[in-house]
């Protein structure tokens, strides 16, 4: 005779490792898209740095804040990249997780919690942005765009960047019934606007007045700043600095408080 | 009696002549749901004209165009309108059709009907048109308004639109055609993100080696930039016929694959 | 004015994807008024037929005349004549129920005034009144079938092509569906149907064929089926998973013929009750038993098999 003891000490691995098993599916479905993640992870850094790093450098032989262009925007370029991979892993993939291949019902049908899925989904993605990121760090260091030896910093810190923009957004995808075009508007209104204001490619004391508030509510602006930080030493009060650190904390904690709120309320519904 | 007449049926089964009911489902799926999509894609221009052309206009100041000494805004507004011409046109004819193909079923049901394969590929296409046309002049509209139209010229820019478009969007449906998958259909920004950031879009190209010159050259995004530049700076050159001819040809590439693939795609 | 009475002449129909035969060198007429059951277990080749038929699906080899044309060069001709109901619904999502005719009715350059009036009817019809402003997504699987039903008639079709019409509907929403089809049928809509159900197939078909691997295995009216390939009467009984092997041996001289299942033995014959009370007087009695008509489910496995084909 099975016990409940029995089935309660059988299911103590799933307790423990549930998150792991989640992340280990993520991966596997992977699989089909290695090939494109890899040539995309190592084309992607070298083209940006070439068309914007020194093509358009050419047009900024001055240099802004002090030093050459490529300098300037390569590590604001990597926080682009990567934030932008997490805007991305927070629509689509997360609703189809609930609504087209219903991935997320399936492991709740087993030991797994919806906790441990949110768990495993964010494991996943921050294997997937480390290697992204790493990638995109040696084009870089190989373009000689990063002068402080604390450069690789940049990695930790896009994962933080990616992790708050991803988890507002997948709170809101995982609350949805379908998407009736929201994304879309959420990529063209939102998401977009937030990258072409957040001082890439100029300081934002060009944006006029009106708009710099943009940049102060974008993760990529405060993660763009203490990438600068990390690789060339800007200069800046310590409370700016702090204040990056916060937003971007306080982002990734709040999405991930009503992320994890979104897949109980919608697995156990 | 039957309610339908029959039609004719031309080019050996592949259309039934009607293509305007199938504009006239999307116009009616548009007003249905999607304007506010709609809307927001003639916003994307204008926010990157906006961010790079104000931002980054004011630390670059002004920019040499065959002579013509122009404000950055003014040389990048034309080529991000090229661009969201090629974008809007390959999406619809690549994404939009795969998916309403693969997934949405939609092709399928409008084939169940008296229309032909070729019915809804110049149905689909002229909506996108009619999209990107709109967009253009909506463009064009606060180009004017922030000061970058340079020349009366630039009214052509309209008509170049929708020529820079139908070919994107001829190419974009015959390589819909060859696709199975979506991982495949992953591989498209790979080859569109080079194109944009290179082809004399944020800076002319002669800032790089001949041969490299060469090679953006061959592309066609490079001539729907310098086309579209032509007309809303002014600054007109010989070289206008080469870009014409380009699209030209890639038109009629476009038209003869797809409609060679027309059945492959949809009566397989 | 037709040249025969013939809707649809297929001769050595074959479609062929890559290496695979989907529907391989069969042939079938169907005249004008009939209701035609097209049967067979997944993957036989049934909706590759159908789309050959619909003129959406160019056929490999062989020939193929619907309403008197060619499907590969008249598509547009056959097709303004033809009422398809697929298998899944492909209702256009982003329009609502009444735009859903409306629009498909254009496709067949129906005046806009002419449509929305066919529109209305045919909301009756298929009784959705009630949701004509409706989105599509939030109906129910009766509702959707309905309203893609709905949609085929749009053009007042000669004939209407109906793959898998009532999977996945609950027994309310089938017999709706039964009965609407049934009231074409008697207007004299000829009506191409395949379905995995064989009390469907009872219901709607005059004639059917079976079809197995891409090929035709048998054709006849359901009755003709029975009687040619099975009994009038069947009897089932079981004794045991283990013990139904043995028994069967004993009693092998009973029936017309004898089919040993895993969970059950299935005796064929003319009187079922004759036979177990023949089995019973020998000292076999089953743990349970069954006497029942023959039906084409009995006709279908025979044909095509027990054995799970996917």
Redesign the interface.
Known sequence: MTTPADIRQKALNPKRWGWWYVTELRLREMR??VS?VV??SI??PI??L???GV??A???PQG?EGVPYLVYVAPAMLMSTILSVGAEEGMYPVLSGFKWHKVFFAIHATPVTPGQIVGGFLVHLAIRFTFTAGLFFAAIVAFGAVPLSTGWLVIPISILGAYSILTPLAAYSASID?D??QF??IQ??VV??MF??SGT??PIS???DWLEWVAWVSPLWHASELGRIATYGLSEPIWLTVTHVVVLVTYAAVGGYFMRRAFVNRLTR | MSAVVAPKSRFGGLSGGNAKAVIERGLRATMSNNYLIILSGFFEPVFYLFSMGVGLGAIIGNINVNGAEIPYGAYIAPALLAVSAMNGAIYDSTWNVFFKLNFGKLYQTMLLTSLGPLDVAVGEITLALLRGGVYAVGFLIVMQAMGLVLSPLAILAIPAVLLIAAGFASIGMAFTSYMKTFQQMDWLPMVMLPMFLFSATFYPITVYPEGIQFMIQSFPLWHGVELIRMFTTGVVTPMIWVHLAYYAVMLCVGVVVVSRRLRKLFLD | MLVSNQVIRAENLTKVYGDFIAVNNISFEVPRGESFGLLGPNGAGKSTTMKMIAAVSTRSSGNLEVLGMDPNTEGPAIRSQLGVVPQEDNLDQELRVRENLIAYGRFFGMPRAEASKRADELLEFAQLTDRVKSKVEPLSGGMKRRLTIARSLMNDPQMLLLDEPTTGLDPQARHILWDRLFRLKERGTTLVLTTHYMDEAEQLSDRIIVVDKGEIMAEGSPAQLIRQYSSKEVLEVRYGSDNNAKVAKKIADVGERMEILPDRILIYSDNGERDLAEITKRGHHPTTSLVRRSSLEDVFLRLTGRTLVE
């Open positions: 089909g898209y494109y040539t995309s084309g992607n083209i940006y070439l068309a914007l093509g358009l050419n047009l900024v802004i379908d009736g075009g879309a508007l063209r209104l977009m606007p072409l204001f490619f100029f060009q944006i006029p």
